[in-house]
């Protein structure tokens, strides 16, 4: 009996093996797969780009466009004003490696120590940053207008007016403005700030003071400023006609800085 | 009667006319001079510039006076209020343009920019009350502003005389602990049962008796302001100097144990796996950990900072300074178009810092003795080659106080004279035999590719040399006087002067490229050329 019953229950595990092979062999089980497949795929692509979806859908979230906004226009501005001096079009520069480095403390004499020509450089910068970024932030709400008004909502947008400030650490810009946003319920916003995580306002410092020893020495000396900021690098570039350019780079982040001086210029020969 | 008077009043006229053509005149010469006029703002964007008329940019003022002589462009100090800066040497309009406060002291010497001691917490800054307070906003710290401290040095003596330790108070009803000074930590609100915080002089928060939540831990730190490595406790806080060794040690965990009794002190610990007690001065500051370097515990060694096979083919420390050069240097050897190089060695890296170009600018160096060896120093300082040629002494020559430059015997120079005037002392050209010849140890460069003062100062050493001859009987001739200017070594000593004047002369350039262009040598109106051994001779002294 024990026997039959061994028997019986082989008999049964191979008629399941055999029914399991024979399903996985049939046209419609592997449909079936697929067809399961498909569908988890198809579902994990959903979650992936269903935050794009929903914005495709319902439309920009007004603060997280603007903000992005604001950020990427930053950070372009800062390219060209980090390399040039603090100015985006210079006047009065000296042309090295490509770019127009503004002078910050300059005269146009031999012998003579140089003159400042932007004591208020950080705030120069500041000014620079919000005459960049005015323009395209307004091109921006504008469009976000647009698109939200596209999906059926009613906006009205108010006068803008753009804040920059450069703080240690970070470089906080500030838009106010006072946008509604009305579809099913309204939506009010005052302002959009971001903070962009920069050391630019310890480069500037730094280029002030360096400046400052220009005017009243003639010549600065850099090894002093590197000892005391152990991860600022202060490189002088002395030119033929008597310029010096500085370039100066945080060494953590990679950010650099660079101006032009024009201090006790010596004439090449015995003409002076 | 009338006649006369007619004739009065005519010279009357024409004299005044004449006057007033002179004065007239006189205006436009003056004004046509170059430099003449400030402007206020030049065509290029300079503020207050001396320059000529032409450059003086249309839409701002312009004065036929010297800048300083002006208002708008006096130079003087620019405070700014914001940030509480104080500018040197500003003209008065750039000034005024941004809002900024304008004083009559170029120098900044005004109450505004009185420096004082600024006491941020266990740091310190020696600036003025407006940056201080500045400063302490970005802290969120009260300004602790004294005035009474008139140097960076006592400045910074503050800080480390203040009592630290840890500052036990109660925040959600967990008593904690933050490791502070003790103006600190009376600030500090505590809630709960501690009405107000507690002070332990020298005590670490991770001290068990003070039965805080903060405990040791295998984690490290930096701690702005100090070069060392530290280990940090559970609540975030400093605690001793890393030292591998006394990880589990409660004692090391309880108070406050100074550098000097801490692992290692005295040496700089770089790359040290077990002790974290660097040393700014002697080439190692707390960073964090590269892969190949992990400490044993924690992720922050004692990074070296010193610099290793140079340029120079030597090691340097941290700080030290030494000079490089693009040829051979003194005595006039100098290669045309080269320069002189400060290097730096500055947190493991050498930064390269060129002297003012045409050798304006020369690099000297100096040893000091120190208690760890010997630091060496560099800077690049002003050539002193101006009035070389004038000097007719050897020791005023060669008088290192006054000027750079060298004396060469056998030669003169031959002068006016007037004598010793002028610029170039009145000399007009070179002669053999004499006292001697003053030149610049480190000739200047010259822009001898363009029209110029460079064809001027190279003709100095021109030389003449008549050599005398005796006619013999049926025509022969025997040299009697000055013979050895027909020699090669003739030519290759008054070559040698001339190329010490300046770039001047049959020389190489800091490629190694010799040209003879810059010298002729004749004989009998017959054009010669050095040989090349000579020209090899030329080249070793140059160095390239």
Known sequence: ?272 | MKMKNKLIKSKILICTVIIVISLLLSFILISGQQGDYCCEKTTSGAWCQNAPEEECNENFRKTPTSCDATSFCKLGCCYESSEGLCMENTPQRVCNEKGGVWADSPECDIPQCELGCCVLDNQAAFVTLTRCKKLSSFYGLETDFRRNIDNELECIAVTQAQDKGACVYEEDFTRTCKFTTREECMKIKSTGNLTKPEFYKDYLCSAEELATNCGPTHDTMCVEGKDEVYFRDSCGNPANIYDASKVNDKSYWKKIIDKSESCGYGKNNANSKTCGNCDYYLGSICKKAERESKPKYGEYICQDLNCYDTSDGKNHKHGESWCEYDGAIGEGKDPVGSRHFRHICVAGEEIVEPCADFRQEICIEGKIETSSGIFQEAACRVNRWQDCIKQTEKDDCENTDKRDCFWIEGVHFIRTEEGNTGQQGGVTGLAEGGEGACLPNYPPGLKFWEEGDAEGICSLANAQCIVKYKKGLFGSKKCIENCECLEESWAEKMNKICTSLGDCGGYVNWQGKFTQDGAEWKIAGKKKTLSQAIISSIKSRAGV
């Open chain 1, 1 to 272: 009996m024990k026997k039959k019953r061994k028997n019986k229950n082989t008999t049964s595990n191979l008629e399941f093996l055999y029914r399991r092979g024979s399903f996985l062999n049939s046209k419609h089980a592997q449909l079936t797969i697929f067809i399961i497949l498909a569908i988890v795929i198809i579902a994990i692509l959903l979650i992936l780009i269903y935050p794009k979806l929903k914005t495709i859908i319902a439309g920009p979230v007004p603060a997280d466009y603007i903000e992005r906004c604001i950020e990427d226009s930053t950070k372009e501005v800062l390219k060209k004003l980090e390399m040039q001096g603090g100015t985006l079009n210079p006047e009065n520069y000296i042309l090295y490696q490509g770019n127009k480095i503004d002078y910050i403390c300059y005269t146009n004499e031999y012998y003579k120590r140089c003159m400042m020509q932007k004591p208020f450089l950080k705030q120069d910068i500041e000014e620079e940053i919000t005459s960049f970024i005015e323009p395209r932030v307004n091109e921006c709400l504008n469009n976000l207008k647009s698109e939200l008004e596209k999906k059926g909502s009613s906006v009205s947008l108010g006068k803008m007016n753009i804040k920059t400030t450069i703080v240690p650490n970070y470089i906080g810009v500030t838009v106010n403005v006072r946008m509604t946003v009305t579809k099913e319920g309204t939506e009010s916003f005052d302002k959009f700030k971001v903070n962009i995580p920069s050391q630019l306002y310890d480069l500037i410092m730094l280029s002030s003071s360096i400046a400052n020893y220009e005017a009243r020495y003639g010549d600065s000396d850099t090894l002093t400023y590197m000892l005391y900021y152990p991860d600022i690098r202060v490189e002088k570039k002395k030119q033929s006609e008597g310029s010096t350019v500085y370039i100066l780079t945080n060494k953590l982040t990679n950010e650099k800085f660079q101006f032009a001086s024009r201090s006790l210029a010596w004439p090449s020969g015995y003409i002076g």
